[in-house]
């Protein structure tokens, strides 16, 4: 292939598994002082998926989801040349997820790692997949979000514990010569957010001791209002220069796939870019926020209303603070 040819990355499948258990508004009812209509109306969620049976990681999300987008592709896991997989709950602190994974499913000829960009990993993880795709020098990416977020999770802490699920999706990367695929992303970190999401201990910082346990310091710290207001502007602008950037508007784009927080903070996100709700990828009732899965969990429930040819912009805001926005050209 001659190297004039450009080379994009195109997503030529799609894969997801999330447990079966249910975690309604109404068990959290009897579990922390909150209310079905308090939740729905400030998230937008009904229910959550959480991986109960013990002994079970983020690996055993992401593995299944891996392997049905194998077969969905019609190849073999010892085709993937790279797993990289988003996720902030990894099963340990090393070796990495993306190395269980890969030991999982057979995927023997491959290389991976794990990338850590809390809401915003597989938006982050997607671009590096895209980059190694045009650098020729691979032929098959999975970029796989997942997280068992009920692992980090204070159940007795009733503004983290109504939000979040567990699940993952992965994408299949393939080069692309007739200009599907990845084609921008704007992408953007400010550390300075941390103090507002964060989990205090368990890193080199804060080691695990009996004292940090028993101060739950290993679960999930939000103060709402600050990451609240931060995610509306961030991930508003960021979407808006990105249509901006490409010549593109509203009309242009056949869907918005946003990271799935919050209702309110996506639907600040669609008036921004001129978008009609129709063409908002919303699934927020049913998962909860799944971290680094919800966006490409949107993409595997929506596949078959996605055509050849479609804008799509993946839009996300995270913990660190994290965010940003891709555009993507559907390639099948």
């Known amino acids: ?81 790279c797993i990289i997989c988003a996720t902030v709950t990894p099963d340990m602190v090393f070796p990495a997820t993306a190395n269980i994974i890969a030991d999982k499913i057979g995927a023997k000829n491959c290389w991976g790692f794990d990338l ?21 020098r691979y032929k098959k990416v999975v970029v796989v979000g997942a997280d068992k977020m009920s692992a980090i999770i204070d159940y007795t802490d009733r503004t983290t514990c109504i939000l979040f699920g567990d699940a993952a999706a992965a994408v299949l990367l393939e080069p692309n010569t007739e200009g599907y695929g990845v084609m921008d992303s704007i992408l953007k970190s400010d550390g300075s957010g941390r103090e507002f999401l964060h989990m205090k201990a368990g890193g080199s910082l804060k080691p695990a001791t009996a004292e940090t346990v028993a101060a739950k310091e290993h679960y ?32 242009d784009i056949a869907w918005l796939v946003p990271h799935q927080a919050n209702k309110r903070i996506i639907d600040a996100t669609a008036n921004r870019m001129g978008l009609s ?55 099948y």
């Open 277 to 331: 709700h129709d063409k908002v990828m919303l699934n927020i009732h049913k998962y909860g926020n799944t971290t680094a899965a919800t966006i490409p969990l949107c993409l595997w429930e929506w596949r078959h209303e996605l055509n050849k040819g479609d804008n799509i912009v993946l839009a996300a805001f995270g913990g660190g603070f994290t965010w940003g926005a891709t555009l993507v050209k559907w390639a």
């Open 220 to 251: 999930i710290f939000q103060d709402g209002q600050p990451v609240f207001k931060a995610a509306v502007k961030g991930m508003a602008d960021v979407s808006a220069e990105l249509l901006e950037r490409n010549g593109l508007t509203g009309d």
């Open 116 to 136: 850590e960009a809390a809401c915003s990993g597989f938006l982050y993880s997607l671009t590096v997949g895209a980059s190694l795709i045009e650098s020729r």
């Open 1 to 81: 292939m001659p190297h004039t040819q450009k080379i994009t990355a195109a997503i030529t499948a799609v894969g997801a598994y999330f447990p079966e258990t249910k975690l309604t508004n109404a068990d959290l009812e009897k579990m922390v002082e909150t209310n079905d209509e308090w939740i729905r109306s400030r998230t937008g969620i009904e229910e959550r998926r959480i991986l109960k049976e013990p002994g079970k990681g983020t690996s055993d999300l992401a593995a299944p989801a891996v392997l049905q987008l194998c077969e969905k592709r019609g190849i073999s896991p010892e085709e993937i040349d």
